[in-house]
Each structure stands twice: as structure tokens, then as C-alpha cells.
């Protein structure tokens, strides 16, 4: 693990694979942490240069009060690679990555070679899924994320995968109960105000819509209206919920290598 140092904190990254490789930036979802990542590294690591993070927030990274806004959490991503002197880099985000992934697009494009949104809405849910859950959060604290994370099985998996694969999905939600509370509920609110609706079709890079049939969270018709409002971008499906990328594996890997090695036309 390394840190750089922004003006009001450390934010904790990992790179991996060789020096000659583009940039893969990889950002995670709301209460994860770069770890959620772990499935696809070894895959990505053979085409990549897999630059993974924690956001603001969660993991290693700093923790500063809230509410935070995607704006403030996408210049994080560029202050990240300016410290890394990366002019410019392929993203891949899921969620609430996702959101910082079209705020990349909309607003630094020329920072970017391809981009990937997973599992994600141009805006997800309203302030009555959010309010509620950020006073909860604020009140209860660690008891509140421990009871998030229990919820979270039947919202970031299928039925299917978390009973076949118990281990490995303890492992991703144990990363919500590890979240600080602060840190969460100020993420909270940038998902909560986050709305790019209107300001898709300002996203000029190559761009890849990735979603789970069965995701309750974001659910495809989210990704469809990402897909059918950005010129040229392309859509892919899978039978997952919410962490497409940790429940279908491979597929997911491969998906996204396709796509960052498209040759242009």
C-alpha cells in the first residue's frame, strides 16, 4: 500500500503490474474498499497497469466531514494521478465509482482514454432511500454499520452466489462494518446529490455500461439510460446483483479487457 498526500489528507492506493502498461484506474463502491477489486487484479495486471484506490472516506483514506459531493471525490482521482504524473489513464468504476466515473467524463474527458461504469444510475435514489439511512448511520455509528452490512448480502449478491460462495461474500460486506461511519454517511450524501441526467451526453470518451440483471440497488434500466444517452457507448449485462465484478469473475474481466483493447474505427 502507498499514500499520497492531498491538501487535507492521505488517500491510500495500490499499484500493480508492469511500468510499460496504460493506466487502469479501478474505484470502488460506496462502503468497500479497494480490495473489492482483488477478483479481476490478476486478470487486469496481464494488459494494465492497475492503479486501485480507496475513496475518501473509506479504507485507508482520509476521513473529513461531511456531506462530500462526487465533484470533490472525481478531483480526488485527478489529484491522484497528477501525484502519480499520469496525464492520462482508463477508469473502470462501479457504483458509486460509477458516479465518479461520469463526473471523469462530463467534466476531465481529455484525462481520460476509456472509461467503465458498473452497476450504476446517472442518479441513485432519492432523499427518502438516503436521509434516513445518513441520520441512522450518524446516530448509531458502528452499530449501524453492523447492521448494514448484515443487510447487504441480499442486496450485493444473488441468493445463489452468497450461499455458494459464503466466504468470499463475507469477506466483501465485512469491508462495510470495517467503514467508518463518518466516512460513509459523507459518501452517502454525494450519491444522494449526484444527478447526470441532463449532462450525459457531454461524455465524449469511449465509454462501456456494465449492469446486473438482478441488481435491486441499480438495476439495468439505470445502465440502459447511461448507454442510450452517451453517442457510441456499449452495453454489457450479467446475472449478478449489485458487485457484478466480485460475483461473476472472469467474464467481467474479460469484458472489460475487450473493451479497453478495442482498436478505434
Partial sequence: MAQVQLADGVLNYQFEGPEHLPVLVLSNSLGTDLHM????????TAHFRVLRYDTRGHGG???TQGPYSIEQLGQDVLALLDALHIEQAHFCGLSMGGLIGQWLGINAGHRLKRLIVCNTAAKIGTLETWNPRIEMVLRDQQAAMVGLRDAS?????????????PEQAKRITDMLAATSPEGYA????AVRDADFRDQLGEIKVPLLVISG???????????RFIQENVAGA????????????????????????????????
Fill in 37 to 44: 477489486w482483488d477478483t479481476q487484479v490478476p486478470a487486469l
Fill in 61 to 63: 483514506s482520509l476521513v
Fill in 153 to 165: 448480502i441480499e442486496r450485493w449478491f444473488t441468493p445463489g452466489y452468497a450461499a455458494g460462495n
Fill in 186 to 189: 459523507a459518501n452517502c450524501g
Fill in 213 to 223: 440483471t438482478h441488481d435491486a440497488v441499480t438495476p439495468p434500466s439505470g445502465g
Fill in 234 to 265: 456499449e452495453y454489457a449485462e450479467f446475472h449478478a446483483a449489485h458487485l457484478s465484478n466480485v460475483e461473476v469473475g472472469a467474464p467481467f474481466s474479460r469484458r472489460v479487457i475487450d473493451f479497453l483493447l478495442a482498436r478505434e474505427e
